[in-house]
């Protein structure tokens, strides 16, 4: 049985939405009723059945639509996918990584031969079917990292590895919560995140590259993030701020089931054996307010978190000019009673 | 000076002399006052294998000085970009054991980092040292165009139009610091402009 793909907008008319087996699987963010930074970092590694993690590089309703959006973001600004030139390599590693696990976990859909050197892709639902050289760029349309990740949801950063450090080297990021991969790239580990309030001060930045640097081949591991963003668009970049900004003055309490919505990056982070890089994928899932709610624990939990975050963050996270109006129509969903351990619904 | 800072913006040092076989030196300005500072604790014939290359600011100053020096080769340049195709070569016929010196405004040091990148040498190998104006070479998020020489919080971009945000998040790679709409939420919020990088 393969997936229905949705034909659907983050753009313009906005018409996306998430059927109701995509709202029971949506990654919720939070296990409990608060919410501070921690290197929630966990192995990643398959979890159950009809969830976003069934397969380690999820595929789902909104993967053509995805992709389609994708395309007309990089037809407008080809500056959002970049690659420094020792990064070629790492591509392919990206290229082999993905082809392998979306053939691996969708054979319906996705089929991945090869001989040697010589690959064969079918990719059904985008109605490709390319022969290529692995390792020979002058045999694919695009370079490695921008010909897969034209074809696989989620944004990407394929990171270098050297002098104890991460550096952001390479990426594809149409999808982002307000950051620049055009500003960024060439940045270390410390640097790139430098805006964040908060976590430099947690020390929490300093114990994630610990980690990351040691992850090995085979072991990815993963963790979530959240923001919020009006109307599900997919394009918050900083390039676009001034067109996607006003959204947030055109909250009200009759649109926030329709218009607010919660998105959640599903972020991992994988060893590439060539190398030796580091590919951080970051997924970025979409849930309106009304859809959320269909779950009374996600209702209930969701208002005390963003009703009791602090300032700095609800600031940093952009949500300062809807918080009080977002927080009273939760609040209407929230009876007080206690809310069961753990991510899921009840 | 921006009140708080953050992590990506850059942090300035003092320059002394390095063990090397050749000196680059690249200054504006002011930054030949630290290249005379580094002279007094030089050990003896240090700028015989010394190249320095010198933008002047509008008073004209200090060239006699750095001239003074006595180094191998003396440059002075019209502005920054009249100075580029020279350190370019330089930097591309240079051996091992060349030392980078950059001192002055944070323009001047940016860009010639930003050079000296892409011919493939560490930034953490060069000496820098801030001296003079605290003006900022900032990016355009938006449009992607470069605004020299920005004194004010919030800034206009000279390319867009747009109102910015200065902030202090920077990057080498494109010498810069970034700017971000100031009002996108609300085109009808300006707020009041006020010099504080001068």
């Keep these: 049985m393969g997936i229905t793909f949705r034909k659907e907008t983050f753009r313009d008319d906005f018409s996306f939405k998430n059927s109701p087996e995509h709202i029971r699987r949506f990654p919720f963010p939070f296990h409990e009723d608060s919410y501070m930074y921690a290197v929630n970092i966990e192995p990643h590694v398959v979890g159950p059945k009809g969830s976003v993690l069934e397969n380690l590089i999820d595929v789902d309703e909104h993967y053509v639509a995805e992709m389609q959006d994708r395309a007309l973001v990089l037809a407008e600004d080809p500056l959002r996918c970049q690659s420094l030139p020792h990064m070629t390599l790492a591509g392919w590693d990206l290229l082999e990584l993905l082809m392998e696990q979306q053939a691996l976990g969708y054979p319906e859909h996705f089929t991945l031969t090869r001989e040697g050197d010589h690959w064969r892709w079918i990719n059904r639902p985008l109605g490709i079917d390319d022969t290529f050289t692995f390792g020979d760029v002058s045999t694919l349309p695009y370079g490695p990292m921008e010909y897969i990740t034209r074809q ?134 979409l849930i309106k307010m009304d859809e959320l709610v269909t779950q009374p624990k996600w209702a209930r939990r969701l208002h005390r978190v963003i009703r009791d975050l602090p300032e700095e963050l609800a600031t940093y996270k952009g949500l300062t000019r809807y918080r009080p109006t977002l927080v009273e129509w939760l609040s209407k969903l929230d009876d007080g009673s206690a809310t069961s351990p753990g991510f899921g619904p009840d | 000076m921006a009140a708080k800072s953050i992590i990506s913006r850059p942090i300035y040092g003092t320059l002394s002399p390095q063990p090397g076989k050749h000196h680059l030196f690249i200054a504006d300005a002011e930054g030949a006052l630290a290249i005379t500072d580094l002279a007094a604790k030089a050990p003896a014939g240090f700028f015989g294998d010394a190249h320095i290359i010198f933008i002047p600011g509008p008073d004209g100053k200090h060239v006699a000085t750095l001239e003074a020096l006595k180094p191998a080769q003396f440059y002075q340049g019209y502005s920054f970009a009249s100075a580029l195709p020279r350190l370019k070569q330089t930097l591309a016929n240079a051996h091992m054991g060349l030392r980078l010196y950059l001192a ?66 920077y990057s080498r790679r494109l010498a810069a610091f970034q700017g971000v709409c100031i009002n996108a939420e609300d085109r009808s919020e300006i707020p009041p402009m006020e010099e504080i990088f001068r």
Aim: aromatic letters at 8%.
């Design chain 2, 104 to 169: 002055g405004t944070e323009g001047l040091i940016g860009q010639a980092m930003q050079t000296a990148l892409e011919a493939g040498i560490d930034h953490t190998s060069m000496q820098t040292e801030h001296r003079g104006s605290l003006a900022r070479r900032m990016q355009c998020v938006h449009c992607k165009g470069i605004t020299e020489n920005v004194t004010t919080q919030p800034a206009t971009c000279s390319h867009c139009g747009l109102l910015l945000l200065v902030r202090d998040h």
């Design chain 1, 152 to 285: 696989s949801q989620g944004d990407f950063c394929i990171l270098d590895q050297r002098d104890g450090n991460l550096w952001m080297d390479a990426g594809m990021v149409t999808t982002q919560a307000d950051w620049s991969l055009d500003f960024d790239i060439g940045m270390n580990f410390f640097e790139w995140h430098a805006p964040v309030p908060l976590a430099h001060e947690k020390g929490i930045f300093i114990r994630a590259l610990k980690f990351l640097t040691n992850i090995q081949q085979g072991k990815p591991a993963r963790r979530l993030n959240w923001t919020m963003t009006i109307n599900p668009r997919l394009d918050t970049s900083p390039e676009n701020y001034h067109k996607w900004g006003p959204d947030r003055t055109t909250v009200t309490p009759e649109n926030v089931g329709d218009k607010v919505h919660l998105r959640v990056e599903l972020q991992s982070f994988w060893r590439l054996p060539r190398s030796n890089g580091i590919v951080f994928p970051i997924r970025c899932y």
